[in-house]
């Protein structure tokens, strides 16, 4: 048999939570446009339009100077890339880098026989 797949917005209690949030969103709304004057009159007491827009303008400057921060340390990077990529792509470098993967591949068996051998208790003395 196929499974069956549910769909969460075809369930009743689904579309019952959504009614009920909605509801009480919408009567909260007289409330919540008193406690958002209320909190709007604080804050111009604390702020004014200016200091706002001002502070919203030394956030855009501060995330565009990190963004080209970032994207010239990227810059870099990709010229640290550009510059290693010519030697490492002669052959010479391909076999070198090709034994270097052969001797890890052998290092890693031996360890792995030599983690693994005799990992019995009957050298331990009893006590």
């Known amino acids: ?12 209690w689904f579309r019952a939570v959504v009614a009920l949030s909605l509801l009480i969103v919408g009567l909260a709304l007289p409330w919540l446009s ?15 339009l200016a200091d706002v827009v001002r ?4 956030g ?3 995330v565009s100077q990190g963004l080209v921060a970032a994207l010239a340390l990227w810059d870099w ?9 010519a ?3 002669t052959p010479q470098a391909a076999l070198m880098m090709g034994g270097c993967l052969l001797v890890s591949v052998a ?4 360890l792995r026989d030599l983690i693994s051998r005799n990992r019995s208790w009957s050298h331990v003395e009893s006590i």
Do not use: D
Request: hydrophobic share 55%.
């Open 1 to 12: 048999p196929a499974p069956v797949r549910r769909n969460l917005v075809a369930a009743p």
């Open 34 to 48: 008193g406690v958002l004057r209320s909190l709007a009159g604080v804050t111009g007491s604390l702020w004014s």
């Open 55 to 58: 502070l919203g303008m030394e």
């Open 60 to 62: 855009l400057v501060a």
């Open 77 to 85: 990077l990709l010229e640290i890339g550009r510059t290693l990529q």
């Open 87 to 89: 030697p490492f792509a």
């Open 107 to 110: 290092a890693f068996y031996f």
